[in-house]
């Protein structure tokens, strides 16, 4: 499925030392391209396998040139050394992946406000701390792109009513697409969102909600290639748009879902 299109491209990806993050990076890497691996972990964790230096590794055994660096998007300051790296090493960004998050499926009485507060600070803020911070780099590319992991606006309150802080943050997420898709627009920045239809069989989620969970799970290159098909569109062509990841694959002809799925059939 790779067809070279992102060779020599640089992708900037919060949150990529596991999981979706490290899934679209590896993708990105085949084709060649420049890959920034911007996250917390540099240690193993005792649940999470995966540092920021194993996934460097991954992407460039993957084919591509890699630059790990340690972000923990709620400081500016390390966003910001992060980019000035980025741009010394490859010359620009030509692509933000705003993948990082965290999470807490919690009922308002259940929610801690520390909890609450790294969700914002994680999902709302340093996601628009990270655009804001790359924009300036990418309205020089040649076909930019920013793509939040993030779900469809949905006003259904059975949303919002067992996970509202979650919900909460998430939601600052895709308002940024929403309001910087049409903000950039003159810019030619494509500003899209794409989540799952599914759970996505990742440590994480395996951690939240064990070997069940995982069992009706795909895996985390059904969201790798989904971001792949909307990278080769341009801001005229899709911009603004909120994207379930099995409908971009079947919308680009690709109809067999099966090898994506943890447990077959």
Known sequence: MNTGALAGR??????????????????????????????????????????????????????????????????????????????????GIDIL????????????????????????????????????????????????????????????PNWYAENLAYAISKYGVTLSVLGMSEEFKSDRIAVNALWPRTAIGTAAVEALAGDIGIKYSRKPEIMADAAYIIFQHTCDQMTGQFMIDDEVLMNAGITDLDCYAVTPG
């Not at 909890?115 to 780099?137: E, Q, V, W, Y």
Request: net charge positive.
């Open 10 to 91: 640089t992708i900037f990806i919060t949150g990529a030392s596991r999981g979706i993050g490290k899934a679209i990076a590896i993708k990105a890497a085949k084709d060649g391209a420049n890959v920034v691996i911007a996250a917390k972990t540099t240690e193993p964790h005792p649940l999470l396998p995966g540092t920021i230096y194993t996934a460097a590794r991954e992407v460039e055994e993957a084919g591509g040139l890699c630059l790990p660096c340690v972000v923990d998007i709620r400081f500016e300051d390390q966003i910001s050394k992060a980019i000035e790296q980025t741009v010394d090493k490859f010359g």
């Open 97 to 156: 992946v705003n993948n990082a998050g965290a999470i807490g499926l919690t009922g308002t009485l259940n929610t801690a406000m520390k909890r609450f507060d790294l969700m914002m600070g994680i999902n709302a803020r340093g996601s628009f701390l990270t655009s804001k911070l790359c924009i300036p780099h990418l309205k020089k590319a040649k076909n930019p792109h920013i793509l939040n992991i993030t779900p469809p606006l949905n006003m259904r």
